[in-house]
């Protein structure tokens, strides 16, 4: 083994996706108990390895070196066999502070909260002194400051979560209510599955300026990669030709992990759609509707037919949180998911919407439940239009053929998944 990443659990890494793309390819996952550290670095049969939870303070005094990175930091994530001498270093505040420059949050002169109190955090607190921060405050349940706390802090600027809190399973978990911050200027959320947090969420409806998670494992996974290969990293820059190549990188796995959910009104043509997109990107397909008749051993109408709508939209909830949580794939909803709010959050956590918008009078009414006849449909059309509009970062005209319509939703999430 030439390369890989120490931790537990690793069920959910990028990390091998991203070292292949920068040159280190020949990287394993080493899921292990803390027992079996010192033996693994004794045996120094690698050229370099990633560190991760929980292990980033604990593997400190079995190397032979700490770079000045790690001193700094109080943690290590990137250790590198020198020859014989293992190396450790700290590349995640390389990564955080790229992930912030590139939001254009500013750190220095700036009042900061660290949720949490691992080695993520420790590498925060560090970062925001050396970035010359007005003040920093740890956050944590047991700490001085607590979540309950935190909120007499009325003149907090600047919000980094190093915490797990929100991190699928418990994706639909939030660590504070971002609101109660009259003076935020800007988040950044430590966690990247899935890709858009409840936090995350509620600082982009706040016009608030968001750091990714993501774009901070692939800075760190860059810089990690240079060290593996002989190299040094310099302080980063979106602007430069390494953070450029930081930005493509995290562009193309961005895609890769982010859902196309399709909303739109009944009969509009997002199942159709939905699989020829997946087809011609080679996705994995799910419609909500057909997931709700799977696990419920009925059609629709009969589910409206026995149980009423209330039964129906607590399946189709679960439905939409079970696949919302997978990433990658091309999601098909029914008409009124999009309508409850829980349901918007779970699609948005890993999504790029798009409204499939179809003229009324085109819309089938045989078999619908809600919608019978033109009439209701407009009626129908006029409530749920708003809120497919505003959810959607993209609208698609589906009046015309179908295959063209497929083109151009591929086409509008190439174009704009990333931004």
Do not use: W
Not at 320 to 341: D, H, M, N, R
């Amino acid at each position: 083994m030439k390369f890989g990443l120490i931790g537990n659990p690793l069920g959910h890494s990028h990390s091998p996706r991203l070292h292949r793309e920068f040159g280190t390819d020949d990287y394993t996952l080493l899921q292990m108990e803390e027992d079996a550290l010192a033996p693994f670095l004794a045996a120094h049969e690698f050229e370099g390895v990633n560190v991760t939870i929980p292990y980033k303070r604990a593997v400190m005094p079995l190397v032979d070196e700490l770079h000045p990175t790690a001193v700094e930091c109080g943690a290590v994530n990137t250790v590198v066999n020198r020859g014989g001498k293992l190396v450790a270093y700290n590349t995640d505040a390389f990564g955080m502070l790229f992930a912030l420059r590139t939001a254009g949050i500013g750190l220095a002169g700036k009042s900061v909260a660290v949720l949490g109190s691992g080695g993520t955090s420790h590498t925060a607190c560090a970062l925001a002194r050396r970035e010359g921060a007005k003040s920093v405050v740890v956050v944590s349940r047991s700490g001085q400051t607590d979540y309950t706390a935190i909120y007499g802090h009325k003149d907090l600027q600047v919000v980094i979560n190093t915490t797990p809190v929100g991190m699928y399973p418990n994706a639909e978990a939030s660590p504070l209510d971002l609101s109660r911050f009259p003076a935020l200027e800007g988040v950044f959320d430590a966690v990247y599955n899935p890709l858009n947090t409840r936090l995350v969420q509620q600082a982009k409806s706040l016009g608030l300026r968001v750091g990714s998670g993501l774009l901070m494992l692939t800075a760190q996974a860059k810089a990690a990669a240079t060290l593996f290969l002989g190299g040094e990293y310099t302080e980063p820059s979106p602007a430069d030709e390494a953070g450029k190549d930081i930005l493509r990188v995290y562009a193309t796995v961005r895609r890769e992990l982010t859902n196309i959910v399709l909303v739109g009104m009944p009969s509009s043509g997002k199942s159709s759609l939905g699989r020829l997109v997946a087809d011609k990107l080679s996705r994995p397909f799910a419609d909500t509707d057909a997931l709700v008749e799977a696990s419920e051993g009925k059609d629709i109408p009969s589910i409206f037919a026995a149980e009423g709508e209330a039964a129906f939209r607590e399946a189709e909830s679960r439905a939409v949180a079970e696949c919302s949580s997978k990433g990658g794939g091309v999601i098909a909803t029914g008409g009124g998911a999009p309508l409850s709010e829980r349901n918007r959050l779970n699609l948005r956590s890993n999504g790029f919407a798009v409204y499939v918008r179809r003229d009324t009078e085109k819309l089938e009414t045989e078999g619908r439940p809600l919608s019978r006849d033109l009439a209701t449909l407009n009626r129908m059309f006029a409530e749920r239009e708003p809120v497919y509009a505003a959810f959607a970062d993209v609208t698609v005209d589906n009046n015309g053929d179908l295959g063209e319509c497929a083109n151009l939703i591929t086409e509008r999430f190439y174009e704009n998944s990333c931004d």
